[in-house]
C-alpha cells in the first residue's frame, strides 16, 4: 500500500450495512435515514433507515434480555467472546480503517492506528476480567463472614462519537461484555458504518462463542427519541456517553429520575505547558502528536499553549517548522503519504475561523496558517494548521475547545502562574507538562485538576489506563482494570456461621 491510494479499499456504498443491529438481528429501520457523507468529497456513502421510537423501545427489551443471559455466562465464555471480537477486529483492519477514513475523514495512517486501538481494548478488558476477584476481607466477629461479591451491572446503553467511531464502542463495549452486561450502541450519525461493520463482525463472533447474539446492539436514529427509548426502559442500568459538556448535562438530568448510573466522558480544554527546562524539541514533538492528532478533533488534544515567556519565541520557532511540515501533508485522508484531512462538517470549520477571527481581533497574531486549505476536487472543509501567538485567557480559543487545528499561545512567567492558568477553565479531562525538573514535573502532575495528564507525553491514550474527567469534564473513567469497575456492582453478603460443637 505505501504511497497508493486507499479507495480500492473503501466499500462501494451498497457493500455497506445499512441495517441496524437489533437482538442479534440486522434490522431495516422503520424512521426517517441518517445519511451519511463523506467530509472530504461531500458524496454521499449511505442512507441508513432509523429506528422509530418503537422499534428503539423493542432494542431496549432485548438488551435487557441479553444482559439477563449475560449475567449467567460463565466468566470464561465472556473472556473467549472479548478476545475474539479482538482478533475479529485486527482481522478487518484495512477494511474497517479504510470505513473509518470514509465517514470521518481520519487520515488513513491514523484510521489503522484507530483500529488497533479499538482491538487493544478488548485485549485489555479480556485481561482484566480473567483476574477480577470478589473480596473476603478479614471479619471482627468470628460467627460472621463478609463476603463482597462482583455483579454485572447489567443492561447498558452507550451514546459514542464521531471522533473515534470504533475506539469509543471498543472502550465501553468490551468491559460491559467481559464484565457479564449487554451493551446497545447509539452511533454518532455522521459515522455509524464503522459501527455496523463492527455489529457484522459481533454477529458471527457470538454465535461461534454460543454467547448471547443480543447482547451488542447498534440502534441508529434520532438521537434524543433512541436515547429516551433506552433512557426510560426500566430494564437499563447504565448510561456510558462520549461527546459534548452541553449534552452530558441534558442527558444528565434525564438519567437523575430514575438514579441510572453514568458515565459522561465530555469536553476538554487541555494546557499543554512548556517550562524553559524543558527538551525543547522533545516538547515541539510532543506538542505535534497532541494538537494535531486528527486535526485537533480529540476530547484530550492540547487547546491552550502557556509557555514560560523565556522560551516562548525557540519553542514557536521549532514547532512551526514541524508545522509547516505538516501543512504540506494536507489532503485527500485516503493517501498514504496525508496527514491532514477535512474538519469532521461544516460546523467545525465554522468554529475554528471563528476562534481564529476572535484572537486576531482581540490582539493575537497569526503566525501561520490561519485560513481554509483548499483542496482541488476535495470539500471546502480543510482547514491549515494554525499557530496563532500572543492569545490570552480570555480569548475564545482559550476559554472554548477548539477542536481543530489551532495552535493557542500564551506565556506565563512562574510555575505558580502557569497551574493556574492551567486550571482556570470549569474543564478537567486532559493536561500536559514539559519539563526535565523531576521534582516539577511531580509537582505539576500533582496539581492539574485534570483526569488525565501527559507528564512528557503528548500522547497518553492507552487502553489499560483509566481514561475520564473531572469538573465539566465529566463523570467516571473507562479503560483499564477500573474500566471493568465501572460495569460491575459489589454486593456484601454477610454470612452467619455457627461455632462448632
Ligand atoms: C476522545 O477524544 O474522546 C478520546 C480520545 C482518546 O481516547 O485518546
Same mark, same amino acid.
Given at each position: 500500500?505505501?504511497g497508493?491510494?486507499?479507495?480500492?479499499?473503501?466499500p462501494?456504498?451498497?457493500a455497506?450495512?445499512t441495517?441496524?443491529?437489533?437482538?442479534?438481528?440486522f434490522?431495516?429501520?422503520?424512521?426517517a435515514?441518517?445519511?451519511v457523507v463523506n467530509?472530504?468529497?461531500?458524496l454521499?456513502?449511505?442512507?441508513i433507515?432509523?429506528a422509530?421510537p418503537?422499534?428503539?423501545?423493542?432494542?431496549?427489551?432485548?438488551?435487557?434480555?441479553?444482559?439477563?443471559?449475560?449475567?449467567?455466562?460463565?466468566?470464561l465464555?465472556?473472556?473467549?467472546?472479548?478476545?475474539?471480537?479482538?482478533?475479529?477486529v485486527r482481522?478487518?483492519?484495512?477494511h474497517?480503517?479504510?470505513?473509518?477514513?470514509?465517514?470521518?475523514?481520519?487520515p488513513?495512517?491514523?484510521s489503522?492506528g484507530?483500529v488497533e486501538?479499538?482491538a487493544?481494548?478488548?485485549?485489555?478488558?479480556?485481561?482484566?476480567?480473567?483476574?477480577?476477584?470478589?473480596?473476603?476481607?478479614?471479619?471482627?466477629?468470628a460467627?460472621?463472614r463478609?463476603?463482597?461479591?462482583?455483579e454485572?451491572v447489567?443492561?447498558t446503553f452507550?451514546?459514542?462519537?464521531?471522533?473515534f467511531?470504533?475506539?469509543?464502542?471498543a472502550?465501553?463495549l468490551?468491559?460491559?461484555?467481559a464484565?457479564?452486561c449487554?451493551q446497545?450502541?447509539?452511533?454518532?450519525e455522521?459515522?455509524?458504518l464503522?459501527?455496523?461493520a463492527?455489529a457484522?463482525?459481533f454477529?458471527r463472533?457470538?454465535?461461534?462463542?454460543g454467547?448471547p447474539?443480543?447482547?451488542?446492539?447498534?440502534?441508529?436514529?434520532?438521537?434524543p427519541?433512541v436515547a429516551a427509548?433506552f433512557?426510560?426502559?426500566p430494564?437499563?442500568r447504565k448510561?456510558?456517553?462520549?461527546g459534548?459538556?452541553? /449534552?452530558g448535562?441534558?442527558? %444528565? $438530568?434525564?438519567?437523575? #429520575?430514575? !438514579?441510572?448510573?453514568t458515565?459522561?466522558?465530555l469536553?476538554g =480544554?487541555?494546557?499543554f505547558?512548556v517550562?524553559?527546562?524543558?527538551?525543547?524539541?522533545r516538547?515541539a514533538d510532543?506538542a505535534?502528536?497532541?494538537?494535531?492528532?486528527?486535526m485537533?478533533?480529540?476530547?484530550?488534544?492540547?487547546?491552550r499553549?502557556?509557555?514560560?515567556a523565556?522560551?516562548?519565541?525557540?519553542?514557536?520557532?521549532r514547532?512551526?517548522?514541524? /508545522?509547516?511540515?505538516?501543512? %504540506? $501533508?494536507?489532503g485527500d #485522508?485516503? !493517501?498514504?503519504?496525508t496527514?491532514?484531512?477535512?474538519?469532521i =462538517?461544516?460546523a467545525?470549520?465554522?468554529?475554528v475561523?471563528?476562534h481564529?477571527?476572535?484572537a486576531?481581533?482581540?490582539?493575537?497574531?497569526?503566525?501561520?496558517?490561519g485560513?481554509?486549505?483548499?483542496i482541488?476536487g476535495?470539500a471546502?472543509?480543510?482547514?491549515?494548521?494554525?499557530i496563532?501567538?500572543?492569545?490570552?485567557p480570555?480569548?475564545?480559543?482559550?476559554?472554548?475547545e477548539?477542536?481543530g487545528?489551532?495552535?493557542?499561545?500564551?506565556?506565563?512567567?512562574?510555575?505558580?502562574e502557569a497551574l493556574?492558568?492551567a486550571?482556570g477553565?470549569?474543564?478537567?479531562l486532559?493536561?500536559?507538562?514539559m519539563?526535565?525538573?523531576?521534582?516539577?514535573?511531580?509537582?505539576?502532575a500533582?496539581?492539574?485538576?485534570f483526569g488525565?495528564?501527559?507528564?512528557?507525553?503528548?500522547?497518553?491514550?492507552t487502553?489499560?489506563a483509566?481514561?475520564g474527567?473531572?469538573k465539566?469534564?465529566?463523570?467516571g473513567?473507562?479503560?483499564?482494570?477500573?474500566?471493568?469497575?465501572?460495569?460491575?456492582?459489589?454486593?456484601?453478603?454477610?454470612?452467619?456461621?455457627?461455632?462448632?460443637?
Open positions: 500500500m505505501s497508493a491510494a486507499a479507495h480500492d479499499l473503501i462501494a456504498p451498497r455497506v450495512e441495517r441496524c443491529y437489533i437482538g442479534g438481528e434490522v431495516r429501520g422503520d424512521a435515514p441518517v445519511v467530509p472530504a468529497t461531500d454521499p456513502l449511505a442512507e433507515a432509523g422509530s418503537s422499534l428503539a423501545a423493542r432494542a431496549a427489551d432485548l438488551n435487557a434480555h441479553a444482559a439477563r443471559e449475560m449475567r449467567a455466562l460463565p466468566i465464555k465472556r473472556v473467549e467472546l472479548v478476545r475474539r471480537l479482538a482478533a475479529g482481522n478487518e483492519a484495512p474497517l480503517a479504510a470505513l473509518l477514513t470514509a465517514e470521518s475523514g481520519k488513513i495512517v491514523e489503522r484507530e486501538y479499538a487493544s481494548f478488548f485485549d485489555n478488558a479480556a485481561a482484566a476480567a480473567e483476574m477480577a476477584a470478589g473480596e473476603l476481607p478479614a471479619s471482627r466477629t460467627d460472621r463478609v463476603l463482597v461479591l462482583r454485572p447489567g443492561a452507550a451514546i459514542t462519537p464521531w471522533n467511531p470504533l475506539a469509543m464502542i472502550r465501553k468490551a468491559p460491559a461484555l464484565a457479564g449487554s446497545a450502541v447509539k452511533p454518532a455522521e459515522t455509524p464503522s459501527a455496523l463492527f457484522r463482525i454477529d463472533v457470538v454465535r461461534e462463542v454467547a447474539t443480543g447482547a451488542f446492539s447498534v440502534v441508529v436514529g434520532e438521537p427519541q427509548a433512557i426510560t426502559h430494564g437499563t448510561l456510558t456517553f462520549t459534548s459538556t452541553e /449534552v448535562r441534558v442527558l %444528565a $438530568a434525564q438519567c437523575a #429520575p430514575r !438514579l441510572l448510573r458515565a459522561l466522558e469536553g =480544554n487541555a494546557p505547558i517550562f524553559a527546562d524543558a527538551d525543547i524539541d516538547a510532543q505535534m502528536l497532541s494538537k494535531f492528532r486528527f485537533g478533533q480529540t476530547c484530550i488534544c492540547a487547546n499553549f502557556l509557555l514560560e523565556s522560551i516562548a519565541e525557540e519553542f514557536l520557532a514547532l512551526e517548522a514541524r /508545522v509547516k511540515a505538516l501543512a %504540506a $501533508a494536507i #485522508p485516503t !493517501l498514504e503519504s496527514r491532514m484531512g477535512p474538519l =462538517n461544516d467545525a470549520i465554522a468554529k475561523e471563528r481564529v477571527a476572535d486576531v481581533a482581540r490582539g493575537a497574531r497569526v503566525r501561520f496558517g485560513t481554509r486549505a483548499r482541488a476535495l471546502d472543509r480543510f482547514h491549515a494548521p494554525t496563532l501567538e500572543g492569545c490570552d480570555t480569548m475564545a480559543c482559550a476559554c472554548e477548539t477542536f487545528p489551532v495552535v493557542a499561545a500564551m506565556t506565563f512567567r512562574s510555575e505558580a493556574a492558568m486550571n477553565v470549569p474543564y478537567g486532559a493536561g500536559y507538562v519539563t526535565q525538573d523531576a521534582d516539577r514535573l511531580l509537582r505539576v500533582e496539581g492539574l485538576e488525565v495528564v501527559g507528564a512528557n507525553d503528548g500522547a497518553p491514550s487502553a489499560e483509566p481514561f474527567g473531572r465539566d469534564s465529566g463523570l473513567k473507562e479503560g483499564g482494570g477500573h474500566g471493568l469497575d465501572a460495569y460491575t456492582e459489589l454486593k456484601y453478603v454477610s454470612l452467619r456461621v455457627r461455632a462448632g460443637s
